[in-house]
């Protein structure tokens, strides 16, 4: 046999052992990693504990695009448990409260008449999340007028007669309405109300339709509110063709104050049909107005 043959049937022969020691360093190699890395201490290092984040807070109440009649709001919503809440209005704080176990709060709050834009930040673990805004409007007003009860009525019976009120605000706002005392004398159905500015136009004019057999004070409202700048005097009138009224004499020795409204005199002017009344009066002939003031204002 040549000694290449001899060579290569050495080689195959040995080749089992060859092989059963690799077998043995690859066990022996993996037996020492898996032991470095499940002693105690072995692995990476864990990086700090983050806080969770806060769920988004919200406001439930009062909802968007609402109308409070009142000024003590009740401002409620939801946050994560335990979280302290904070509403805020243009960045300035207005309450806190702290959500209970089931995310619930709520608080007081004072608020002015006017629009107004909320928004609740919730804290918890150090973390602040905000709400989404909540625009609502607080409207506590009410409609204002200058007379009640008649003190020394007179019922009078006369020709076609234009009769009213000069009066003015020390807001502004709008009248949304006028009123008369329709005297028990006084049979007619249709009467027609007018409302003027001191040079004599006509701003608005409406029509009251009334039971002839009623008496008392009536009252008829504007399609449109009419506008009315504080400071300025303007004239509230009625037409009557009967001539039938009410009045009392010197009632305005003094002007007539329930604010934001005064009254100053009275006016009137005989015509067959309705005009600008040019007179004044210190008689109260008993025509009033239906103010609201600007919201606000």
Request: aromatic letters at 10%; zero cysteines.
């Amino acid at each position: 046999m040549s000694d290449e043959a001899q060579g290569a049937r050495s080689f195959w022969t040995s080749m089992p052992g060859i092989l059963a020691g690799i077998a043995a360093v690859i066990v022996a190699v993996t037996g020492l990693i898996t032991f470095l890395l499940t002693r105690p201490g072995s692995g990476p290092t864990p990086g700090p504990t983050l806080p969770a984040s806060p769920g988004v807070p919200a406001i439930l109440l009062p909802t968007s695009g609402s109308t409070l009649r009142v000024n003590e709001a009740v401002v409620s919503g939801r946050a994560d448990p335990g979280a302290t809440v904070t509403v805020t209005e243009a960045g300035q704080g207005l309450g806190t409260a702290v959500a209970d176990a089931q995310g619930g709060w709520k608080m007081t709050v004072n608020m002015r008449d006017g629009r107004h834009t909320l928004v609740a930040k919730a804290v918890a673990n150090g973390i602040s999340s905000p709400s989404a805004t909540t625009v609502f409007t607080v409207d506590t007003r009410r409609p204002v007028s200058l007379f009640d009860k008649i003190p020394k009525p007179e019922y009078r019976v006369d020709r076609s007669v234009e009769i009213g009120l000069k009066f003015s605000t020390s807001v502004d706002g709008t009248l949304t309405g006028l009123r008369f005392y329709k005297a028990p004398t006084d049979r007619s159905s249709k009467h027609s109300g007018s409302v003027w500015n001191e040079g004599g136009t006509q701003l608005a004019r409406l029509e009251f339709t009334l039971d002839p057999n009623s008496s008392g004070w009536q009252t008829a409202t504007f399609p449109t509110p009419v506008s009315i700048i504080a400071g300025q005097k303007y004239i509230v009138s009625y037409f009557t063709e009967t001539g039938a009224y009410v009045r009392t004499v010197n009632y305005f020795a003094e002007p007539h104050v329930v604010s934001p409204l005064t009254a100053h005199s009275g006016v009137y002017k005989y015509n067959a049909r309705s005009t600008f009344p040019t007179t004044a009066y210190l008689a109260n002939y008993w025509v009033d107005v239906v103010f609201l003031a600007k919201l606000g204002a």
